[in-house]
């Protein structure tokens, strides 16, 4: 069955800290694995990632894929309070219905 | 600005009742889906649709229905036999072009948050 595992499912750090969220992956004929960013109401774009071992960058956050391993990670350098959110993952099935299976989110809290 | 618009933002209902929720899309998207939210549980598909007069079931298709008579238009009935229909509800779309960048990248309207009294 495919399927998408995000870890740890909540996380409450201070402000100024790092953080790395992880996602592993079990998916038919997998092609790609996007984040996404959700606030309050529809999740945001952050990154898709096709390659492995090639690092995407935006501002603070960072996000690497292992496709030998099966696993992405998100990275969150110098937390502030607006990177409070639920960080989802999620990777299309590349066969003939093109499913997207998501993570059940990882809920990252941020003290300030 | 081209995007996806969902309605209403907020709806409340009696139980027993159907309720149907509206999302438009001027993406010129060939597919879209619709995933329920519910706390801790991620989001779970309901219905997609990846072409005009075409939708198949998601995980959780069970007291639901849509349809696509148009490409813009993909509304969601939340029908009585729905046991817990309480949630919060998105509607997306995306390109189906594989030689896209944006291939699979969904993008997401705001979300119906339906209450069930």
């Known amino acids: 069955e495919d399927k998408v595992v995000q870890s740890p499912l909540s996380l409450v750090v201070h402000e100024g800290d790092t953080v790395t969220l992880n996602c592993s992956y079990e998916v038919t004929n997998f092609r790609s694995l996007l984040w996404y960013k959700q606030e309050k109401k529809a999740p945001t774009f952050l990154f898709m990632l096709?390659?492995?071992?090639i690092e995407k960058k935006s501002g603070r956050l960072s996000s690497i894929l292992d496709k030998k391993e099966l696993f992405s990670i998100l990275n969150i350098t110098a937390t502030q309070t607006g990177d409070s959110a639920v960080y989802l993952c999620a990777a299309p099935r590349m066969n003939r219905d093109d499913k997207i299976i998501f993570g059940k989110g990882t809920r990252l809290h941020i003290l300030p | 600005d081209g995007g996806i618009t969902q309605s209403p933002k907020y709806l409340f209902r009696k139980e027993g009742q159907n309720v149907t929720l509206s999302c438009e899309q001027n993406?010129?998207?060939?597919?879209m889906y619709w995933y329920r939210q519910d706390p801790g549980q991620g989001l779970r598909l309901i219905y997609y649709?990846?072409?005009?007069?075409?939708?198949q079931k998601g995980d959780i298709a069970e007291g639901y229905s849509v349809s696509r008579e148009k490409k813009e238009s993909f509304p969601l009935t939340v029908t009585s036999a729905q046991k817990n229909p309480t949630a919060f509800y998105l509607c997306?779309?995306?390109?189906?072009?594989?030689?896209?960048?944006?291939?699979?990248?969904?993008?997401f309207g705001a979300g119906s948050r339906l209450t069930v009294l």
């Open positions: 993406l010129n998207h060939d597919a």
């Open positions: 096709t390659s492995s071992g």
């Open positions: 649709s990846q072409i005009v007069n075409d939708f």
């Open positions: 997306a779309s995306s390109t189906r072009d594989r030689r896209s960048s944006g291939a699979n990248v969904l993008t």
